[in-house]
């Protein structure tokens, strides 16, 4: 059908304009107290789902309760578990004696299905917990959690397509709706599972060649996989391509994922029904032929009405009508359990694909089990916007026969009916999750499996709606050209016909290999491709709600796009268009590169050929990223060819003024810590083991060094006295006490003339010094106390010096000199630390080029 973006694409756009105040007025009501009939809704839901009546009774009260409270642990797993552990051995005792309404609160439970106890929900709903005095302190632990990337609270039903993907590592994901990011997160996650431990095993052999300390072998690197992604000493080789149509919303997407610190990220802003075809450099034993990136998976959370959030978003049970899904005014989500959202879209793509021997809809019965669901509707009647139920298109034609003046209302579509002879088409094997089964919002989710090249069938092909009224019709028209880019490119463009939907097309160019893997050449025998993947089950795409047709792989796609990113004069390189930043990599013999090399002694285990910057003018400026291979040959080869690259890279090393040249300027981020750390050689290593030495670091910004200062850093303090200036990397390690760290830590330091200083922001101290003490002390800024104590002295002595001025003009014969009554600036040059403008002075291009805002980290 291909009508999802057409209205309100952005995910904001609710039940449109018109009705924003009463919607807005609506959702500040709590949800007990919010209205909930609708006789068309219900009538609607009774007919359709034919639920038995006891199932319907329950169906209706869980919509009209309020949806429990859930969150999920992330980042990685080492850190998800350890605050996971928290929730149990620290809020639990707290929760146990909480009462509400007369009534104990349950505890949070895990979801049952979702690995390793990482999800968990609540029957006490959101509102009450951030709003009830007694569940302050927990609460105080999801929004610190929360704030930092540990956590994330999100709908339990929408953490299950990532899993049903089935993503690993080393796999190439696109998410083709991706803002605001819950389930790239999850897809993220996925493709670096193992990494650390993959990471320090390859290492390990070559440590005491360069005087890595790596501490003792870990029970995860003992059990690792190391053939799981095993091309790249350990680190991740896969991709996520997370894109969104709406610039704004991939800006959120950015911000979001940006916690997970991933060089193996892109966000990419595209209508993803015109996903452009991604170059990859050309094969060495091929290297005239052009290839393209293929993605094994690919994850498509389309807008839809959003029924299936009744529960959160209350003003539906006001403003639901049977033309809502069929126009789709209400994207907020994949949620919606209406079939000509779900199972009709999945009957007309399976149908524009080629059929079931080109893409089948996969049976997931054996995939986490523990959640309840029902199998898809495989025939269902259609309300039109009165309220009256059509069993079928040809009901409709046969009453057109009848009365020609008739039209029915609303835009119906035969597409939204079930297909005639599609009987076979499995649609049981879609997922239906409805709120009662086990207390969720309601969802529909698909796994689809591509078997063969097809070219897809243009949309066209299906017939047309016939609309109430001409001038409705007309405007349908128009609003279809105006909204589908494809058939705004086949009317406007005059470029060759090759490029048509409706034109069969070159089979575009395969998988390639780009570094070793991922990618095919494009004279590759497709039948040969469909073996493997049946034989490996290796090209699953999964919708939910999804239309899948515009596969970023298929040929019809990668024609059209190509066809959009290419301009008029048919050249392809256009450097005129520039969307964000460009990402330039520098050469890994650039000064900058071995200054960094130099002062953290790299291992030469680590690649110098990945570090990018974000100006034009190439030369780091202020940041300097780093990304993954494949992730660099994207952005490389297709610079200037219209793919609107929004983020890519993680930002590694930070500029820094520095007292003197033999300080290096670069200081480490920590985003960029996890991917570095293992290969800084001990000369740059802090080991850090007693926890009052790290709680005070985290109170104190700037505890001093100089004038004995160290002697009150604990156990670091020899150490970082004897340093050398500059960043290096503390080690936070367990040491086997008891009251010693449960898990390891690596952070950035920062030692200047007088003082020391965690580079975290302020958030992320607070959030450490919560999770690992249970502190809430506010954070004391020595250095601004420092810089106060030396204005005060300074403010002193000037008003010594005026009075010994006055004091010496009033005496007989005397004048004071104007050298003597100006103070010197020779005292600031020597306070306290230069560091002090590291975050504030340069304020360049690549923080601007993100929208980034700047780490709290800063200065005294
Ligand atoms: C249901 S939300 C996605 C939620 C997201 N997957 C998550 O888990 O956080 C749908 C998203 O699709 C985007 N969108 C709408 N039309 C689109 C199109 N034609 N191409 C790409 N993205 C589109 C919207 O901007 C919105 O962010």
Redesign the pocket.
């Known amino acids: 059908m291909g009508r999802?973006?057409r209205k309100?694409?952005?995910?904001?756009g609710g039940f449109g304009k018109r009705r924003q105040h009463r919607d807005d007025a609506d959702n500040h009501k709590r949800y007990p107290d919010i209205v909930k009939n609708n006789e068309k809704l219900e009538r609607h839901y009774n007919t359709l789902l034919d639920l038995p009546e006891e199932e319907r009774v329950e169906f209706w009260d869980a919509l009209k309760r309020e949806l429990p409270n859930s969150f999920r642990f992330c980042g990685s797993k080492g850190q998800a578990l350890a605050v996971r552990n928290l929730l149990e051995t620290r809020y639990f005792p707290e929760i146990q004696k909480i009462e509400y309404e007369g009534k104990q609160v349950d505890l949070p439970r895990p979801v049952p299905w979702y690995p390793d106890e990482l999800a968990w929900w609540m029957t006490t709903p959101k509102n009450v917990v951030r709003k009830f005095g007694p569940f302050s302190a927990f609460q105080k632990y999801l929004v610190s959690e929360t704030s930092v990337g540990h956590m994330t609270r999100?709908e339990v039903v929408?953490m299950i397509?990532p899993l049903l993907l089935d993503v690993r590592p080393g796999m190439t994901v696109l998410?083709?709706?991706?803002?605001?990011?819950?389930?790239?997160s999850q897809l993220l996650e996925m493709l670096h599972v193992g990494e650390e431990a993959r990471i320090k095993k390859a290492l390990r052999g070559h440590a005491a060649e360069y005087g890595l300390d790596l501490g003792p072998e870990t029970e995860e690197e003992a059990n690792v996989d190391m053939s799981a992604d095993p091309s790249d000493a350990g680190r991740a080789t896969g991709l996520l391509i997370a894109?969104?149509?709406?610039y704004k919303?991939c800006h959120m997407?950015t911000h979001?994922l940006k916690r997970l610190s991933s060089a193996n990220l892109l966000i990419t802003n595209?209508?993803?029904?015109?996903?452009p075809p991604i170059k990859l450099p050309p094969h060495p034993d091929n290297p005239k032929r052009t290839v393209y990136l293929k993605f094994d998976r690919i994850?498509a959370?389309?807008?839809?009405s959003?029924d299936g959030t009744l529960r959160k978003n209350g003003n539906i049970w006001n403003n639901w009508v049977p033309g809502g899904a069929l126009d789709f005014t209400s994207?907020?989500?994949?949620?919606c359990m209406h079939p000509i959202e779900n199972e009709a879209v999945i009957g007309a793509a399976v149908d524009r694909c080629g059929g079931l021997e080109k893409i089948d809809i996969i049976d997931c019965s054996d995939k986490l089990v523990e959640l309840k669901r029902r199998p898809g509707i495989k025939s269902w009647k259609v309300m039109d916007k009165t309220g009256q139920f059509w069993d079928s298109w040809a009901q409709i034609e046969e009453k057109m026969k009848e009365d020609p003046d008739f039209v029915a209302p609303g835009r119906l579509t035969e597409s939204m009916f079930p297909r005639s002879g599609g009987e076979d088409l499995p649609l049981e094997r879609c997922m239906r999750v409805y709120a009662h089964l086990q207390d969720t919002g309601g969802f529909f989710i698909t796994v689809l499996e591509k078997k063969a090249e097809f070219k897809a069938k243009p949309e066209s092909h299906l017939k047309q709606p016939r609309a109430t009224t001409k001038s409705a019709d007309e405007e349908g028209t128009a609003a279809e050209a105006q909204a589908d880019p494809a058939l705004k490119t086949e009317a406007n463009d005059d470029a060759p016909a090759e490029a048509s939907v409706e034109e069969p097309v070159e089979t575009p160019p395969d998988h390639s290999q780009a570094n070793g893997k991922r990618s095919r050449d494009d004279d590759e025998d497709a039948e040969s491709d469909t073996k493997k993947a049946r034989i490996q089950g290796d090209d699953v795409k999964m919708t939910d709600a999804a239309e899948v047709a515009p596969l970023a792989d298929d040929t019809t796609s990668v024609a059209t796009a190509e066809k959009a990113a290419r301009p008029a004069n048919g050249e392809r390189k256009d450097t005129s268009i520039k969307y964000e930043a460009p990402f330039v990599y520098l050469p890994p013999d650039h000064a900058a590169i071995a200054e960094v090399k130099k002062n953290y002694s790299l291992s030469d285990r680590f690649p110098l050929d990945r570090f990018l910057v974000r100006n034009e003018t190439g030369e780091p400026a202020k940041a300097i990223y780093y990304s993954a291979a494949l992730a660099k040959d994207i952005l490389s080869m297709n610079d200037g060819r219209g793919v609107k690259f929004i983020s890519g890279g993680v930002k590694m090393f930070m500029k820094q003024d520095v007292p003197s040249p033999d300080v290096c300027r670069w200081r480490i981020q920590s985003e960029g810590m996890p991917i570095l750390e293992g290969y800084v050689s001990e000369k740059r290593v802090v080991h850090l083991h007693k926890r009052e030495t790290l709680r005070k670091l985290l109170i104190e910004m700037f505890p001093k060094i100089a004038e004995g200062g160290w002697e009150s850093l604990g156990e670091i303090g020899p150490r970082v006295r004897d340093m050398d200036m500059g960043c290096s990397v503390l080690r936070i390690e367990p040491d086997g006490t008891e009251d010693g760290f449960q898990e390891r830590i690596v952070l950035p330091l920062w030692k200047s003339i007088h003082s020391l200083n965690l580079m975290l922001p302020k958030e992320d101290r607070a959030a450490m010094l919560l999770r690992l003490f249970n502190d809430t002390t506010p954070l004391v800024n020595n250095g601004l106390q420092m810089q106060k104590d030396k204005e005060e002295q300074k403010r002193k002595k000037l008003e010594q010096e005026a009075a010994a001025a006055a004091a010496a003009a009033a005496a007989p014969g005397g004048e004071a000199s104007e050298a003597e009554a100006t103070p010197t600036n020779a005292d600031e040059a020597q306070t306290e630390p230069q560091d002090a403008e590291m975050e504030g002075q340069n304020g360049a291009d690549e923080a601007d080029a993100e929208g980034e805002t700047e780490d709290a980290v800063a200065a005294a």
């Open positions: 999802h973006g309100g694409r952005g995910g904001g999100a929408s397509p998410d083709m709706c991706a803002a605001p990011g819950s389930k790239s894109n969104d149509a709406d919303r997407l979001q595209h209508d993803a029904t015109q996903y994850l959370d389309v807008p839809c959003g994207p907020k989500s994949g949620y």
